[in-house]
């Protein structure tokens, strides 16, 4: 029998507490450090539109409207109400990714035109 520690034995140091509860799966904003998040508030505001967006998955991509490589956008830099998709037009910031700082991602992201589709609110079940 295993007596290793995190295993939840009757004996084992780590007992399960019924009255503790998991954590939301709800993702939240990430935290950046005071530099990184300054070098993202000096950049400028850029536009573009969302290539892609899972929100399962928490993540998708920006096509910048200068060109280039897309964008990633984690759903925690997202602003607004609604859940983006494909096409929808979008307001952001370039924030550097770490730790070499040679690509970027988009932050600060705010949707300014919708597409046609219908768009779900994050609070609403997917369908």
């Known amino acids: ?15 399960t507490n019924a009255h503790l509860q998991l954590p939301s799966p709800i993702i939240t904003r990430r935290n950046r450090t005071a530099s990184t998040s ?7 505001i850029e536009t573009g539109t969302i290539k892609s967006f899972c929100r399962e998955r928490g993540h998708g991509f920006v096509t ?7 964008l990633f956008v984690h759903i925690s830099d997202i602003e607004g109400e609604y859940v983006p998709l494909p096409g929808d037009e ?8 770490p730790p070499k700082f040679e690509k970027n991602q988009a932050v600060h ?19």
């Open 1 to 15: 029998m295993s007596r290793e520690v995190g295993f939840n034995n009757d004996d084992s140091p780590n007992k």
């Open 38 to 44: 300054e070098r993202a508030l000096g950049n400028p």
């Open 64 to 70: 910048s409207v200068r060109g280039g490589e897309d």
């Open 90 to 97: 979008v307001m952001y910031r370039l924030c550097p990714i």
């Open 109 to 127: 992201v705010r949707i300014v035109h919708l597409t046609r589709e219908k768009h779900l609110k994050w609070d609403e079940a997917l369908p």
